[in-house]
């Protein structure tokens, strides 16, 4: 089993930053794409950026220029640098990862979510 554990959501102003950070433990072997996606109140679940194992990276049109997404495989984490925050980016994150346990059989997780509000 793998256990997702978020952080780094809360309160901030428009124009200001947060970032958030995705911990797996557990039974992993490796992690293959580990990414972000967030809820508004009334919308659908999308993606919000994506890194895998080589680095390379994929950004919604929304996020690209103000957040960065990265990870530490030592620490099985993943993080979302988010800038120059907008109250249209006011919604709960999620972190999702692809994951190759140790008995090498994959599943993809989800975290429970981190509730970011950005104010005007």
């Known amino acids: 089993q793998v256990q997702l554990v978020e952080s780094g959501g809360g309160l901030v102003q428009a124009g200001g930053s947060l970032r958030l950070s995705c911990a797996a433990s557990g039974s992993i072997f490796k992690i293959n794409v580990m990414g972000w996606y967030r809820q508004a109140p009334g919308k659908e679940r999308e993606l919000v950026a994506i890194i895998n194992s080589g680095g390379n990276t994929n950004y919604a049109d929304s996020a690209k220029g103000r957040f960065t997404i990265s990870r530490d495989n030592a620490k099985n984490t993943v993080y979302l640098q988010m800038n120059s925050l907008k109250p249209e980016d006011t919604a709960v994150y999620y972190c999702?990862?692809?994951?190759?346990?140790?008995?090498?059989?994959?599943?993809?997780?989800w975290g429970k979510g981190t509730l970011v509000t950005v104010s005007s």
């Open positions: 999702n990862l692809d994951v190759l346990n140790l008995v090498f059989k994959r599943a993809v997780y």
